[in-house]
């Protein structure tokens, strides 16, 4: 009976395979860094790292499905009817989101942005982006990122990235 | 030795596991059926299933790989620099395609066209396509079907389709 409400109510949860998981996102996720001007940071920019999977409204249930899983995130509206899993908290990608796609890695060329992804959050976390050089570090990477791959539901997510 | 040579010529096999190829067509996978005009066909029309995966041409091995799981299909140029992996043998898309997404189903709302795309098929597989009251009934299904869904890659793969 609990079963039936919740499937009533559109609550019942969708269990997600890990391999599931990885497919999804080799096909709909986007792991992003975004270097944005930012006047009370001393090195004058801030660095903010992403993991998205956009997805139409019908199937918001998967975005939630995705959260559930990784214990983490939000899902907001994107654009239009679209939706967005995301993922922005450093501490979040680091312990939840990296380990998932290091013990499950993407079988796509997704996976090149995903490592370099994870090198600018090992950067961040001995602090690399409050200090100049460090900064010119993770901009050499980011610069390398997403070239020519970003979807336009990205594009309208983080507005237009400043590094290409 | 004989790895190192496969990896070195780019013959390496992606062997891809059952969910993740789930995940994967929830993601980027095409179900569809086109019914155009065609002045042999007696009713005046031809029925055209296809199953369609599209990439861009950097993941091409994704592609090729998919071709490898299901025995069936092939892979050709979509559109520019994106390719398609495409199965359109009603064989192949009923003894291969449907019972591995009956068997391992599809989590986002796609199975919704999956299923209605299964339900051509077996019209088809009894000559419903071949009569005018089959095609109607054919046509009703594909009517409902990919609304606002179809990518403007797929548009670009089958061309503009007479149902909408």
Chains 1, 2 share one sequence.
Request: hydrophobic share 40%; proline share 3%.
């Amino acid at each position: 009976m609990e079963i039936l409400r919740d499937l009533m109510f559109g609550r019942y949860q969708v269990k997600l395979e890990a391999q599931w998981i990885v497919g999804f996102v080799d096909g709909e996720g986007c792991f992003h860094v975004s270097v944005n001007p930012h006047a009370e940071m001393t090195v004058g920019f801030q660095v903010l790292p992403e993991f998205t999977v956009v997805q139409h409204k019908r199937d918001v249930q998967i975005l939630h499905a995705l959260k559930a899983h990784f214990g983490c995130g939000v899902v907001r509206v994107n654009h239009q009817d679209r939706m967005a899993y995301r993922v922005r908290g450093q501490e979040h990608l680091r312990e939840r989101i990296i380990p998932f796609f290091m013990n499950h890695p993407l079988k796509t060329k997704k996976n090149v942005e995903f490592l370099k992804f994870r090198d600018v959050l090992f950067l961040m976390e001995k602090g690399a982006h409050l200090t100049a050089d460090g900064l010119a570090e993770i901009r050499k990477i980011t610069a390398s990122m997403n070239r020519g791959t970003i979807s336009q539901d990205k594009v309208r997510l983080i507005g237009k990235p400043i590094e290409r």
